[in-house]
Nanobody
Framework: QVQLVESGGGLEQPGGSLRLSCATSGFTLGDYGIGWFRQAPGKEPEEVSCISHRGAYTVYADSVQGRASISMDIDRNMVYLEMGGLTPEDTAVYYC?????????????????????WGQGTQVTVSS
């Protein structure tokens, strides 16, 4: 079955950087777009970034534009999110998710309704 497992979260210092990993299984990674989302306590989930199938396009939310990078390693069935310049506002549970439909181009935004399969999340806390 489709599975996504996030890892790489933890306690980070303001100004620091992190790399989150999303291990995927049960489907051909290159055929589907993958998104990263986050939810801070008391807030609605928000999109962070997504990458289209075959890594053709990447999209970043304004809140992380210029300091985040999403990548897809099809051979290893992994998707990564790297972020720098961390601030306490980045504190959240981060989720990776797989698009419901194959071969969808995400080149403008990453609407949550387009993503059907979700991981359990990994906590990121940015604090000194």
């Amino acid at each position: 079955q489709v599975q996504l497992v996030e890892s790489g979260g933890g306690l980070e210092q303001p100004g620091g950087s992190l790399r989150l990993s999303c291990a995927t299984s049960g489907f051909t990674l290159g055929d589907y777009g993958i998104g990263w989302f986050r939810q801070a306590p008391g807030k609605e989930p928000e999109e962070v970034s997504c990458i289209s199938h075959r890594g053709a396009y990447t999209v970043y939310a304004d809140s992380v534009q210029g300091r985040a990078s999403i990548s897809m390693d099809i051979d290893r069935n992994m998707v990564y999110l790297e972020m720098g310049g961390l601030t306490p506002e980045d504190t959240a549970v981060y989720y990776c998710a797989r698009a419901e439909v194959a071969s969808v181009w995400f080149n403008v935004d990453c609407p949550r309704r387009a993503f059907k399969y979700w991981g359990q999340g990994t906590q990121v806390t940015v604090s000194s």
